[in-house]
């Protein structure tokens, strides 16, 4: 049997999922382009890396062209960048690639991600409180924070960014300097997440009145409950509607 676009129209309308994923692709082919050049490591036009890929736009352009054409920032995100990340972290379990590819990745997310920020700030005066957010301490990465980061800015927050590797000092601090803020905290590594316990535990010491918000891919709500966390959320949509309730 032969499909043809007419026809994964018509699927479409019947909401199939797989089909409507199929037809985005090929309704925009830039996103398939965008998705290839995260997952090779092309940061932009100029960037020698891949060589294989020399002369030709990266993640930077792309990601403008994207949104130039009309694909929704929230489209670039979850149909282009978050799949091609997965299939780096796939790869490099896999022993198909290693660190060095794997920062290079970063690296042309970050790229594209500069181009979605504006859409995920509503422009709204920030007074809704503070968040303070950081990647906890022995842990680098950095993307998925900076994402939460973008979005509850985006839902009227003022943002404290401690970055990566941060300890529990500099949480307390935070918060000594801003008081009455809200703290997230994320880890990426199962190693981390044990840091992640101790930092959680810091801070309720000092500051036991704190409300603390933690994420990342290896936690769930389980350790959320484990560590004395308020809330776990796997996502940065998730963290922005529990903040919603807690200025309610
Ligand atoms: Co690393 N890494 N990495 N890495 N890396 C992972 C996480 C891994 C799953 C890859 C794999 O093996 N398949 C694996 C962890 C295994 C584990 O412990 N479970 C791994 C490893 C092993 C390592 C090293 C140990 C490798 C080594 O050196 N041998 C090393 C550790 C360094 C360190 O931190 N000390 C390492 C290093 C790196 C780089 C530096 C090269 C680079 C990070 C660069 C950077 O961040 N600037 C990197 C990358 C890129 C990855 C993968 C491929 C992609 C991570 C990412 O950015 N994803 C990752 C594999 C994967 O995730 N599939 C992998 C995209 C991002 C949007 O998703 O970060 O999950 P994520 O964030 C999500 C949610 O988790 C959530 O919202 C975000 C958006 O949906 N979220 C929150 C995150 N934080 C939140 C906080 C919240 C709420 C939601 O509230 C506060």
Not at 112 to 117: P, R
Not at 222 to 228: A, D, L, P, S, T
Request: a negative charge; charged letters at 25%.
């Amino acid at each position: 049997m032969t499909i043809d676009c007419r026809e994964i129209i018509i699927f479409n309308t019947r909401k199939n999922p797989t089909i409507i994923t199929l037809n985005r692709i090929l309704m925009n082919p830039i996103i398939t382009r965008l998705a290839d050049a995260v997952e090779a490591g092309k940061v932009d036009r100029n960037s020698p890396y891949p060589p294989q890929l020399k002369g030709q736009d990266g993640a930077d352009e792309l990601a403008r062209e994207a949104l130039d054409v009309g694909v929704s920032p929230n489209e670039v995100l979850t149909s282009a960048l978050v799949p091609a990340m997965d299939r780096v972290g796939q790869k490099f379990s896999e022993n198909k690639i290693f660190v060095p590819q794997m920062l290079m990745s970063a690296k042309a997310m970050s790229a594209a991600l500069v181009h979605l920020k504006p859409f995920f700030q509503s422009g709204d005066v920030k007074a809704k409180g503070t968040f303070i957010i950081g990647t906890v301490k022995g842990d680098l990465h950095d993307i998925g924070k900076n994402l939460v980061a973008m979005m509850v800015e985006g839902g009227g927050w003022s943002i404290v960014d401690l970055g990566v590797d941060v300890n529990e000092e500099s949480f307390n601090r935070a918060i000594d300097e801003n008081p009455g803020a809200v703290v997230g905290l994320s880890a990426l590594l199962t190693t981390t997440m044990a840091n992640m316990e101790n930092i959680v535990g810091k801070i309720r010491e000092v500051h036991p009145e704190t409300t603390i918000l933690v994420g990342g891919a290896p936690l769930n709500d389980e350790f959320r409950k484990k560590i004395g966390a308020d809330f776990y959320s796997p996502d940065p949509r998730g963290a922005v509607e529990y903040l919603k309730k807690v200025v309610a």
